[in-house]
Antibody, heavy 131, light 110 residues
Framework: QVQLVESGGGVVQPGRSLRLSCAAS????????MHWVRQAPGKGLEWVAV????????YYADSVKGRFTISRDNSKNTLYLQMNSLRAEDTAVYYC????????????????????????WGQGTTVTVSS | EIVLTQSPGTLSLSPGERATLSCRAS???????LAWYQQKPGQAPRLLIY???SRATGIPDRFSGSGSGTDFTLTISRLEPEDFAVYYC???????????FGQGTKLEIK
């Protein structure tokens, strides 16, 4: 069945780094864009980053730009999130999610022919940034 | 940057009643770029609606979406016990791409 499984979360000190992974199965991973979305304790959902199906386009929320890097290895059906210079406010459950949409453009223009939403989600991995 | 404001923050209703949840955008949003999600405690979000009004795969027809421009609505025609959850609207914005969520509406049992 279609599945996303995150791993790599844990407790880390402020300023340190952590890499999250998201293993995909049950669908053609290399055909779809992928997102990271996070949820701080007791708070709502916050989009973090997106990567295109082939890894050529990557975009970030302002809150993580310059600190986080999204990447993927289509040969391993795996999505990654490298998180550097972690802050207390990065404490959250991190979800990976599949984007059903097909996009065109590059650079600042990454536009869906039609936005079908994030149709498959993992169960999340918890990141706690604390000294 | 477009801001999505959901109302009410909490909605208290009984099973069998009709629920109407609102999502208002700070500027006009293409209907094609508006989605709704459901999240139950301890679970990942689930896609309900995309394109403002199209139900995702496996979503019961008691869920419907509508709206355009800056005002969008999620309606649950007759609440089932499993529908009590938090609901989020979300929009795609371009140049550069962003995917903004509303703050959520908690639907609780009265």
């Amino acid at each position: 069945q279609v599945q996303l499984v995150e791993s790599g979360g844990g407790v880390v000190q402020p300023g340190r780094s952590l890499r999250l992974s998201c293993a995909a199965s049950g669908f053609t991973f290399s055909s779809y864009g992928m997102h990271w979305v996070r949820q701080a304790p007791g708070k709502g959902l916050e989009w973090v980053a997106v990567i295109s199906y082939d890894g050529s386009n990557k975009y970030y929320a302002d809150s993580v730009k310059g600190r986080f890097t999204i990447s993927r290895d289509n040969s391993k059906n795996t999505l990654y999130l490298q998180m550097n210079s972690l802050r207390a406010e990065d404490t959250a459950v991190y979800y990976c999610a599949k984007d059903r949409s097909y996009y065109y453009g590059s650079g600042s223009y990454y536009i869906p022919y039609y936005y079908y939403g994030m149709d498959v989600w993992g169960q999340g991995t918890t990141v706690t940034v604390s000294s | 940057e477009i801001v999505l404001t959901q109302s009410p923050g909490t909605l208290s209703l009984s099973p069998g009643e009709r629920a109407t949840l609102s999502c208002r955008a700070s500027q006009s949003v293409s209907s094609s770029y508006l989605a709704w999600y459901q999240q139950k405690p301890g679970q990942a979000p689930r896609l309900l609606i995309y394109g403002a009004s199209s139900r995702a795969t496996g979503i019961p027809d008691r869920f419907s979406g509508s709206g355009s421009g800056t005002d969008f609505t999620l309606t649950i025609s007759r609440l089932e016990p499993e529908d009590f959850a938090v609901y989020y609207c979300q929009q795609y914005g371009s140049s550069p791409p962003t995917y903004t969520f509303g703050q959520g509406t908690k639907l609780e049992i009265k």
